[in-house]
């Protein structure tokens, strides 16, 4: 985003936290869903979102603009932070889908959190992350955009099967209806490090050759946490072609203790 549409984004997110604090999950839910509908709407309606980031149109005008499009189709708590957010001056029409779907998904997150289900929503968006890296056809299928979104939904709710939590499933629902440029498996890593960050914690990405115990699986996230300075929640990849040890990511470091990495770095150091 430009700089004056974080600043807008800001100002919606403040109300928003306000909103948080005063309501119950059932309803963080509801005005998560209205807002990725009405990041769809605009995503859709070109010469809406146009006039509602036109420096030439004053606040109140697009504010009155904005009513009168969503006026009994969302509810109150909705209106009041798009109206809040219609009420500073967001850069460019992008830009506003991209705040309008940033404010759904934390808001979303918000209903988790207190539904006390986030740890889970992080953990199936990140395995469902993993799912795609590993199923090339499958991702491809899901963000094929020549196909109408309903379909590509379709195949997104036989696969999840009612298996996740409804958040996970909303959020991974807007993200095939709304493909971004970077690819899906990459995006639902960043939703689950967005869950993460809620958490007050980072993401580590562990390689193990062995399914790992619940205990080693804690005994881990508190070395990482140690070493980091912050706390990590610990995400677990089997692949026994590694043969040994462990690959851990966090952020942009890779750690690889992998008896595979070993080997090869013995390799590319072994004197010619």
Do not use: C
């Amino acid at each position: 985003m430009h700089t004056t549409s974080r600043e807008a984004f800001g100002r919606a997110s403040e109300q928003l936290e306000g909103l948080t604090r005063d309501s119950d999950a059932e309803t963080l839910q509801t005005v998560g869903d209205e807002l990725f509908s009405v990041a769809n709407v605009l995503a859709d309606h070109l010469d809406l979102r146009r006039h509602l980031v036109d420096p030439a149109v004053s606040t109140d005008g697009r504010v009155q603009v904005l009513q009168n499009v969503l006026q009994g189709k969302v509810g109150g708590s909705t209106l009041d932070v798009l109206t809040t957010l219609a009420q500073s001056r967001v850069s460019t029409s992008t830009d506003l889908v991209e705040a309008v779907e940033h404010l759904g998904r934390d808001t979303l997150l918000a209903s988790a959190e207190k539904a006390d289900t986030l740890s889970e929503v992080e953990d199936e968006l990140f395995r469902f992350g993993r799912l795609l890296d590993r199923e090339p056809r499958l991702q491809a299928l899901l963000a094929d955009t020549t196909t109408d979104a309903s379909q590509r939904g379709g195949l997104l709710d036989a696969v999840l099967s009612d298996r996740v939590d409804p958040v996970t499933h909303r959020m991974l629902a807007q993200m095939v209806t709304r493909p971004q440029a970077r690819p899906l498996d990459r995006t639902a890593e960043v939703l689950a490090e967005a869950a993460a960050a809620r958490r007050d914690r980072s993401i580590g990405r562990v390689v193990s050759p062995v399914v790992l115990s619940e205990h080693q699986e804690s005994r881990l996230a508190e070395s990482l946490s140690e070493l980091y300075g912050r706390r990590i929640s610990v995400h677990v990849d089997v692949d026994p072609e590694i043969l040994g040890g462990l690959v851990v990511r966090v952020g942009g470091e890779v750690i690889d203790g992998s008896v595979v990495g070993r080997l090869r770095s013995a390799e590319t150091t072994r004197p010619s």
